[in-house]
């Protein structure tokens, strides 16, 4: 939305004025009320200034920007997320590199026996190992793996861009989505960088918003 | 910015049977024209009407979400662009891991003496390198890098999400930016999933649309 010369001069006297009648307004900037008022409407309707009754507008704080992202914040981990791909503790590295390539993912996690998450491996942490070693069928993940409680999880009613910051924060590359269970957290999705690179693709070919 | 009820309804009829003066979408709603007046004046100013002297309102394709996702379409691939890191062809995988590591990136770009890009290597490649040999430092990584021309390449006037789509479409973790010399191309950045990512946390954060 492109706001007029007018609506932003609007704006710079209701943010520091406010509450401020539409007739104060009018006054300030030598026109009359009538000629505001489709203006004024636009900035309410647009949720930029409130209006209150026999009070006056007041700027809300919310840019156009600001009401745009506010839409992105609703976006949820649940409806970007992926398969997970999961191997045994007792598993090789040598057999995780290859159900990485297999299922063609740059993070895996490590499960127990009850299905509940103990570990991540990351590309990074898998080529740090194949340089060590020369014998990857004979070191089981669980002596290279990141463990519980260093593992930084999401749930999938978490918001999109809460997940993307911890990717940043974090600097890692994936994150798994687990739901609590009584044995421990069970995973139920992965949400990746990937994820969000689509995310961002799809924020300007859809009408998801609308 | 959310339109009301009355707003979706004057699109709707728009849609349809545009170009219609202001008289007629007040006609088939029961209602006056200057009832309308703000209405018509809001979906105009958002983008979403165009209004025609003596012709009347035609729908522009333009939804509300649209109109904004066209500011993410203007983002530009410079403005997220990171510092490159580049290894001569004749390095070792060796070589090549460990600078990945130092460097701490995804993805290292190869280039010939004259500084121009040749290839590059990402963790997937290296992973699958030193799974296949025990020596990683007698190999130079012109065996193992994909090569000019299967390398996708991006410029920095690009908008940042034409290089998320070839992120996405290639499924690769990173693009050189690069710039056209007399010799080939010089690669003078870098952008990853994490830019991408970087991207969709800033749309949240800051006022750039302002």
Known sequence: MELSDRQEQIIEIVKPNGPITGEKIAEKLGLTRATLRPDLAILTMAGILEARPRVGYFFTGK??????????????????????????????????????????????????E?????????RKDLLRASLGQQHLSGVPVHIIMTRMPNITVCRKNDSLIEAAQKLINKQIDGLPVVKDTEAG??????????????????????????
Do not use: H, W
């Open 63 to 112: 840019t156009g920007s600001e009401l745009l992202t506010e839409n992105i914040k609703k976006l949820k981990v649940q409806d970007y997320q992926q398969i997970p791909v999961a191997i045994r503790e007792d598993a090789s590295v040598y057999d995780a590199i290859t159900s990485m390539f297999l299922e063609d993912v740059g993070t895996l996690f490590v499960v127990d």
């Open 185 to 210: 957290l069970e995973v139920i999705g992965r949400i990746t960088k990937t994820s969000m690179t689509k995310a961002l693709v799809e924020l300007t070919m859809d009408e998801r918003f609308d």
């Open 114 to 122: 009850q299905s509940c998450l103990t570990g991540v491996l990351s």
